[in-house]
């Protein structure tokens, strides 16, 4: 396979890997304690899988730098902005809301739409790739920094200023769960497992450090542009990574690394680690050539977000449909294979990568189709 000059081919690879490791994260095995490094850090904390979302979010930021289409006029930007950030946050909406039904007393119910879930992963990266590409495309490098120092401290102040007094960092006192029941409402948080805790972790003041890691994915593909693919750059990828990883930790000892309030730490030091793992990318892939395992990734990354909702509804089918009373396919073929065969948490994580594998082969088609789903 030949790698082209003309695109930055490391963008693919790296969003296939992203998505790649998202599905794994988002489809372990039942009957099992799920394998640690696939599971999110329970509150404060950083597990690899706390990587994956912000990954997606940085890819997002990449790919900006890298469009070269010129908008003939603001109206036309606007647009063309608006309609993809609806269209995705609808997609992220009406996949929560699927399959639209539930089984209550051996009867199928409708899922009221007063009880939907408003916020997500989608809506997250909609609201995200928004606001990034309002300020990247109106300010300058040197502004969207200082916006992304304002919004990384803002955050910060908010929680303290505006969470309950003495639990400024737990799930219910923190300033983020004020504001979203306040604007969403109990009903369309998330509630794990169907619990009576309401907490969003994808809600609406926590999306404000999430924009910087647009931001900083933005940014880490204009300097690319600019300097080349060359060692000299990498190497200013690494030290950038390093430097904030290094701020990262500094910061996190009085404001907690944690993904699910997207702590302004975790902004930082996810933004650090992204930039190292973009320089080794650069580095294996457009300055050594290196072939291995490149394919795969790529069809990944040509058709990310119809592969990402694919698995997305395809876990949600085989959750729903029963093969007897109760026990959903889902269920059924963890208890009958998986975990006879590979007990435990290495039979979850097999069915994970077993499942992930099927959405490949389904993208493997579509790459060799040339069917590419773009907003």
Not at 278 to 297: C, P, Q
Request: glycine share 8%.
């Amino acid at each position: 396979m030949a790698l082209s000059n003309d695109r930055f081919i490391t963008l693919d690879i790296f969003r296939g890997m992203t998505i790649c490791f998202m599905i794994i994260v988002n489809s372990p095995g039942s009957g099992a304690v799920h394998w640690a490094p696939l599971d999110h850090a329970e509150w404060f904390g950083f597990t690899p899988t706390d990587l994956v979302f912000p990954s997606f979010l940085f890819a997002v930021g990449n790919a900006l730098s890298f469009s070269k289409k010129k908008f003939e006029s603001d109206a036309t930007f606007l647009g063309k902005i608006f309609k993809r950030t609806v269209i995705i946050f609808l997609l992220g909406y009406l996949m929560y809301w699927f399959p639209f039904m539930h089984r209550q007393e051996g009867a199928w119910v409708f899922n009221a739409f007063a009880a939907t879930r408003v916020m997500g992963v989608l809506q997250r990266i909609a609201l995200c790739y928004f606001f990034g590409a309002l300020i990247v495309h109106y300010c300058s490098k040197r502004t969207a920094v200082a916006i992304s120092v304002v919004l990384l401290l803002g955050y910060w102040t908010s929680l303290i200023m505006l969470g309950t007094a003495g639990e400024e960092y737990t799930m219910l006192g923190n300033a983020g769960t004020h504001f979203d029941l306040l604007i969403l409402g109990d009903l369309h948080m998330y509630h794990n497992a169907g619990g009576p805790v309401a907490f969003e972790p994808e809600g609406l003041l926590s999306t404000l450090p999430s924009i910087v890691n647009v931001i900083g994915g933005f940014l880490a593909g204009s300097y690319i542009q600019r300097k080349g693919r060359n060692y000299e750059s990498t190497a200013m990828l690494l030290i950038y990574g390093a430097l904030l990883i290094f701020a990262a930790l500094f910061w996190g000892q009085f404001f907690p690394i944690g993904k699910k309030l997207w702590t302004s730490s975790f902004a930082l030091l996810t933004i650090g680690l992204d930039l190292v793992i973009l320089g080794v990318l650069v580095y294996l892939f457009e300055l050594r050539k290196f072939r291995w395992s490149t394919e795969f990734f790529l069809i990944f990354g040509r058709n990310s977000l119809a592969i990402y909702l694919l698995s997305e509804l395809l876990i949600i089918s085989i959750q729903t449909i029963w093969v007897s009373p109760g026990l959903s396919f889902y269920a059924w073929v963890n208890q009958v294979f998986f975990q006879p065969v590979f007990p435990g948490a290495l039979g979850s994580h097999l069915f994970a990568v077993t499942f992930m594998m099927i959405c490949w082969i389904v993208a493997y088609v579509m790459d060799k189709k040339k069917i590419y789903v773009k907003i």
